[in-house]
């Protein structure tokens, strides 16, 4: 079982790095809200995140990922809700959330 919650894991650590890697390092909010392949590309990343990670709970309920369950909720709230999704509310989980998810995750992955 440890075997599948570490792949899942590592997906959503691939999904990490390969937003980073859409916005490069010159990070612009206005950027992002014009482009709409950009907005696009993360949003998906953000569904696979919230998806391996429900996958990860069903296994271990008591991951040691401060907002698991948010994770999830916002994967929900991407893909149901596509007609609600902020723009505002997107870029302050970029630039909020993901660095302390993907610290989690680093850190997981490498103790177990």
């Not at 010159?26 to 482009?35: A, I, K, T």
């Not at 709970?57 to 990922?65: A, G, M, R, V, W």
């Not at 989690?104 to 992955?109: G, K, P, S, W």
Request: overall charge neutral; cysteine-free; aromatic content about 8%.
């Amino acid at each position: 079982m440890k075997r599948k919650i570490k792949k899942y894991l590592f997906d959503v650590k691939t999904s990490l790095d390969s937003i980073n890697d859409y916005l490069g390092e010159e990070r612009n909010f206005f950027d992002y809200q014009n482009n709409k392949l950009l907005r696009r590309g993360i949003e998906r990343e953000l569904e696979i995140i919230g998806e391996a990670m429900n996958r990860a709970l069903k296994l271990d309920s008591n991951l040691p990922i401060e907002n698991a369950r948010l994770i999830v909720d916002t994967r929900n709230w991407v893909i149901h809700g596509y007609d609600k999704v902020d723009d505002v509310v997107i870029w302050g989980i970029i630039s909020k959330h993901l660095p302390k998810l993907k610290k989690e995750i680093e850190d997981y992955l490498e103790a177990n």
